[in-house]
């Protein structure tokens, strides 16, 4: 049961709001003075106050509620204050409700709107706690993360990044090929090494090769090497990346862009280890762990007939896929910190800036206009108009229509399973959310 403390020195005004919010389940504290207000609050756990603005005889300034307010504020930040007075000022309301006050409400109160404005404000803080605790938590088990596995100084903050290095951490020690899928720019090199640098040979060379920016002539040289003479230009003979990456893990980027005939001999090799060069008839044995990555739909590649099936499963025995940068909200003010110059702070308006841009170049456009801001920012601070992002549009309001079952859903997901946080994007106080979900069959969280 949610407590609200009533500050007011007269008795008659604590009772009626007593009485009022008891009908209501919500428990009551009433002190008679800011100083036992300011006390009960150090001792008492409290969701909500109530407070007057006048407690000495013939005042009606208000200075005496905004001292109190002003207390109330410092030891206690996030706690919702609502003002009853008696004697209403614009200009002090305006001021206070700035400062932060949840609301102003004049004597004699309106019982429905002082219930409907509480109950409002009891379940924002409801999921505001429900908030800060679920990132606590998240904040613990990142932290655990980073002392067990190396991280290769991974910046993330987001559970949709952690779950994704979780994962690549618990297969790490495993010998079977990882597939990294995601979009371009998105981080998908950080996860292979981050699955390199925690598995059995972690002391063995990490070696890379973009399949994408390689003629198709020119990938099977690269993979394989070639004998002198082989091609064209060959005036002596090579070695390619698998040999290179013999005891160690050899990560293929773009793995999608590999032309049919490099695709037999990978598979080739992923069964057998072995493989032969360009242009040679000698066998030569390897033993390299395999990291593919790739931005390409396989599935859609193989039914056009450019991707082999066996391949592709040979490769995703274990699928790692990174979301794009714009389904990571929380990892975007970290990495920008990442990038910024240590003498350029990051502005409240580029914060605000960065988090309501799409990203569709991801981590990569995220570096780049962090690094040009910093270059160009004549400021001390790097403000939204340095970031040079273009113009978003304002969010749409939020809908007045009647959720069916699966906007219902949908918002239960976006709010992570916090009841008070969906029913706020639907415009639904908790209990009508509650009884959709019951007339839905949906079990809450």
């Excluded at 919500?26 to 207000?37: K, Q, V, W, Y």
């Excluded at 305006?94 to 400062?99: D, H, S, T, Y």
């Amino acid at each position: 049961m949610p407590t609200l403390l009533i500050i007011d020195d007269n008795p008659a005004v604590a009772t009626a709001l007593e009485v009022l919010f008891s009908l209501h389940d919500i428990a009551t504290l009433h002190a008679e003075s800011p100083g036992a207000g300011l006390a009960l609050l150090q001792s008492e756990s409290v969701d909500l106050v109530i407070q007057d603005m006048n407690f000495s005889a013939d005042t009606t300034s208000g200075d005496e509620g905004e001292a109190l307010f002003a207390d109330i504020r410092a030891r206690h930040p996030d706690l919702p204050v609502i003002l009853l007075t008696a004697w209403t000022h614009l200009s002090s309301a305006v001021g206070l409700i700035k400062a932060g006050a949840a609301d102003y409400l004049a004597k004699p109160w309106d019982d429905d709107k002082l219930l409907v404005t509480v109950n409002n404000l009891l379940e924002l803080a409801e999921a505001r706690s429900e908030l800060d605790r679920r990132r606590t938590r998240e904040r613990a088990r990142q932290q655990q993360l980073a002392q067990q596995y190396d991280l290769r100084d991974a910046v993330f903050a987001d559970p949709a990044s952690e779950r994704v290095i979780a994962l690549a951490c618990q297969v790490a020690r495993s010998e079977l090929p990882v597939l990294i899928t995601g979009p371009n720019g998105s981080g998908k090199e950080k996860i292979a090494e981050i699955v390199q640098a925690n598995s059995s040979v972690r002391h063995g060379a990490f070696v890379t090769l973009n399949c994408g920016a390689l003629p198709s002539e020119l990938i099977e040289a690269e993979l394989f090497g070639a004998d002198a003479g082989a091609y064209t230009g060959a005036n002596k003979a090579r070695e390619g990346k698998f040999e290179a990456a013999d005891g160690g893990t050899l990560f293929l980027d773009e793995i999608g862009n590999l032309p049919l005939a490099g695709q037999m001999k990978l598979l080739r090799v992923l069964e057998t280890g072995r493989f032969e060069r360009l242009g040679s008839n000698r066998e030569r044995q390897v033993k390299v762990r395999v990291i593919s990555a790739t931005n390409a739909d396989l599935p859609a590649l193989i039914r056009e007939g450019s991707f082999r099936e066996d391949l592709y499963y040979r490769l995703n025995a274990i699928e790692l896929a990174l979301p794009p940068l714009a389904e990571r909200p929380g990892d975007i003010l970290p990495l920008a910190e990442r990038f910024r110059p240590q003498d350029k702070p990051i502005g409240e308006s580029a914060r605000t800036a960065l988090q309501r841009h799409p990203w569709p170049g991801n981590v990569r456009e995220l570096r780049n206009v962090i690094q040009r801001a910093g270059l160009l920012a004549v400021g001390e601070r790097i403000e939204a108009g340095d970031l040079n992002l273009p113009k978003t549009t304002a969010p749409k309001p939020a809908s007045t229509q009647e959720p069916d079952r699966a906007g219902i859903e949908s918002a239960l997901a976006r709010a992570g399973g916090v009841i008070a946080q969906a029913a706020a994007e639907l415009g639904l106080s908790r209990q009508a959310l509650y009884r959709r979900m019951d007339r839905f069959g949906i079990k809450p969280p």
